[in-house]
């Protein structure tokens, strides 16, 4: 089989295509959307708007008790695929079945109930298990497009940084810097170019694939200490980690990519254009089940906010709200003499 075939082949089977359940976002807009089909379909029956109320009340009721449940049995499911890879099709027919099997188990249990069958006397099991299935394959499908449709902002983020890496500047610079240390500091030379190295290899993953935050703060160190050789004193970095321990920071999770593009921000617009050190302020805590991450630098007033920094962060926006959706949130503001960027994501 050709390679190229093969890699499609591989994807497709690794794709994880079962909406996160778990997440707010989709939650909410799970339960809004079957609400509103319930309320549509009962004012379509014409009965008058306080008995179409009353009747909604018992309806949503019965149907948000078969939704929650079988969100939560797809978010189970999510969490086996992510472990275990399974075949397009099949994580699509699951996304039918467990709300067809929830609807028919919760039916039966609360058809032994004495007033269940007085509240609905026409209710067809077998019809409402098919309608279930066909909503759950509907609302797949659903967020199957509204993946895709988000896709593009990770290939464009991921061009963008690799532009952003390849800058001419950048690695001129760079190279000169360790050029200069080849016969003063060997060791240091070589450290630089094994840091620029991983920086490389890193920006060739996924912008989807998911890393730990230990790694993320390694690579971080590695590109500051790559600018270092250029900016010398004038880089002054300053890190605060509150309330996260060495087994939690490599027990959590977050996007490839995610915190140094914002380091990069802080460096080419707030230490750069300064003659003097210029400190970078770094802050990472964990908010319940939220990482919190904050980003200071300084601002400079005579210049007003380029165009590549807002553009930095609305991709990251972008790929915040693909891969986190209402869970997660970017937040840039000038503050005094400050430019500050606070980045708010889950832990899971």
């Not at 379509?44 to 149907?63: C, H, K, P, Y």
């Amino acid at each position: 089989m050709p390679r190229d075939l093969l890699d499609s082949t591989e994807k497709t089977r690794q794709e994880v295509l079962i909406p996160d359940c778990c997440n707010s976002g989709i939650v909410i807009r799970v339960l809004i959307l079957v609400n509103l089909v319930v309320l549509l379909s009962l004012l379509a029956r014409g009965q008058g708007w306080a008995l179409n109320f009353q009747e909604f009340i018992e309806t949503s009721m019965l149907v948000e008790l078969i939704t929650l449940l079988s969100l939560f049995g797809l978010c189970i499911f999510r969490r086996l695929v992510e472990r275990h890879p399974t075949v397009a099709w099949m994580q699509r027919i699951v996304c039918g079945t467990v709300p067809g099997i929830v609807c028919f188990v919760v039916l039966q249990l609360l058809g032994q109930i004495e007033w269940f069958p007085f509240s609905f006397p026409r209710l067809h099991y077998g019809f409402a298990t098919v309608l279930c299935f066909l909503l759950g394959i509907g609302l797949q499908h659903y967020f199957e497009l509204r993946m895709r449709a988000f896709s593009p902002a990770l290939g464009e983020a991921r061009l963008q940084a690799l532009q952003a890496r390849i800058r001419p500047h950048f690695l001129f610079n760079s190279l000169n810097a360790v050029l200069s240390l080849i016969r003063s500091e060997p060791k240091r030379a070589e450290t630089a170019l094994e840091d620029l190295a991983d920086l490389f290899r890193v920006l060739m993953r996924d912008t989807r694939d998911l890393r730990t935050l230990s790694d993320e703060i390694t690579l971080c160190k590695q590109y500051l200490a790559i600018e270092e050789l250029r900016l010398g004193d004038r880089l002054q970095v300053q890190w605060d980690i509150v309330d996260l321990s060495p087994e939690q920071l490599e027990n959590t999770k977050m996007p490839s990519l995610l915190l140094q593009p914002l380091l990069e921000n802080a460096v080419h617009y707030g230490v750069e254009p300064s003659p003097n050190p210029t400190p970078i302020s770094i802050k990472i805590a964990k908010t319940l089940d939220k990482i919190e991450i904050r980003v200071v630098n300084h601002y400079h007033r005579h210049a007003s906010l380029p165009s590549g920094n807002q553009m930095a962060l609305d991709n990251i926006r972008q790929r915040l709200q693909l891969l986190y959706d209402i869970e997660a949130e970017l937040i840039a503001e000038v503050k005094g003499e400050q430019f500050e960027v606070e980045l708010v994501f889950p832990d899971k």
